[in-house]
């Protein structure tokens, strides 16, 4: 008997000591799959791993909007819509999002409101709970094995999404923050322009350049994003360029053209040690070189040139030679593009203006008058 009891401890010991590894494991892997501060990567990650730990067939996670209190879909796999919204109100879902605890249910038809989950065999339902707040919902549904879900299974999850609960709230931080920092240096920039008329909406409409540049050219959403933050802040560095070269009526000479070939440098200076913008600075620093590297300031040619400064190479010189200048009136749209087209090349790199070429031509036709 005392053996018996000896070894049914010995494997309820191993069962917890086993238990306790795979948690710790998960805890390891989720500190790499959550390490990103986007918020989309997080939630496809959440809902890739909790499809593998647990083992199911479709997995959802759903974002509460607190004006409606209505949930969502921000991520999803499996038998789930995209467009799929549900009442955020409802008992069983308020239920779980006002106590923060993982509901599960093994047959839905006991359901109150069932509908709002039609399709689904067994759900596990569990909240997105940060530290301040509820984030959201994560649905789990038909297990592959069509067992119920179990203690353990709720354990895993829960987790699953705490890790990534934290990692959403951190993931908003860093945005509020960066947003925060991103509008001081706008209102910086704007601060210049207002100083030199002659260049206000300079930013803006590069920014709308190179956007159109860089859909033509099929770059991703976050690529996208990276660029238009270092469109923005492409000539930062003319803040330290003194105001009455900037000002000046009439030709630069040549020492005041030193001056201001400076504001790239100076623009990676200033913005050099904010970690947010460290993939960045590249674009800024060499906006200004030629493709065949004859005239940059840094030397460098062809796909050297980082692929956002070559992309604002095009945009900048566009809406410089477009532009009123204390020393030249702005050209017409059409000769300018004639302009840029026959640079291609030499000053610019011949793919980037075939692209602008494309988006400027696709625009309503007043704009090339």
Request: with cysteine.
């Amino acid at each position: 008997m005392e053996k018996h009891n000896a070894v049914n401890d010995l494997h309820l010991t191993v069962r917890e000591l086993s238990n306790v590894y795979e948690e710790l494991s998960l805890l390891y892997k989720l500190s790499g799959l959550f390490s990103t501060l986007n918020v989309n990567e997080i939630c496809e990650n959440l809902v890739n791993e909790a499809i593998n730990t647990v083992g199911v067939k479709t997995a959802a996670v759903l974002f509460l909007n607190e004006e409606t209190q209505a949930l969502y879909t921000k991520a999803h796999r499996g038998d789930w819509d995209e467009n799929r919204t549900i009442d955020g109100g409802i008992e069983v879902i308020a239920d779980v999002l006002e106590n923060s605890k993982p509901t599960a249910f093994c047959k839905l038809d006991n359901v109150e409101h069932q509908d709002n989950l039609h399709g689904l065999q067994s759900v596990l339902l569990c909240p997105l709970a940060g530290k301040g707040k509820t984030l959201g919902l994560m649905i789990l549904a038909d297990k592959l094995s069509e067992d119920e879900f179990y203690s353990n299974d709720i354990k895993l999850l829960k987790i699953i999404t705490t890790q990534a609960a934290m990692a959403i709230e951190n993931a908003f931080l860093y945005q509020e923050i960066e947003d925060l920092l991103l509008g001081t240096i706008k209102s910086f920039v704007k601060a210049l322009e207002t100083t030199t008329h002659w260049t206000a909406g300079h930013t803006e409409r590069v920014t709308m350049y190179a956007q159109g540049i860089a859909a033509e050219m099929g770059l991703d959403e976050k690529k996208m994003e990276r660029l238009r933050i270092c469109s923005l802040l492409h000539d930062i560095g003319k803040i330290a360029v003194p105001r009455d070269i900037l000002n000046k009526k009439g030709q630069l000479d040549s020492e005041e053209w030193k001056e201001i070939k400076k504001h790239p440098a100076l623009g990676v200076t200033i913005l050099s040690g904010l970690k947010s913008f460290d993939d960045i600075l590249d674009g800024i620093k060499y906006h200004h070189e030629y493709w065949d590297g004859t005239k940059g300031l840094f030397g460098l040619k062809g796909e050297d040139i980082p692929l956002m400064a070559r992309i604002l190479a095009v945009a900048d010189a566009f809406d410089a030679m477009t532009s009123d200048r204390p020393y030249r009136s702005k050209k017409k749209i059409g000769e300018t593009l004639n302009e840029i087209v026959e640079l291609a090349d030499r000053q610019f790199d011949p793919t980037v203006v075939a692209a602008f070429q494309k988006w400027i031509n696709r625009q309503h036709p007043a704009f090339l008058l």
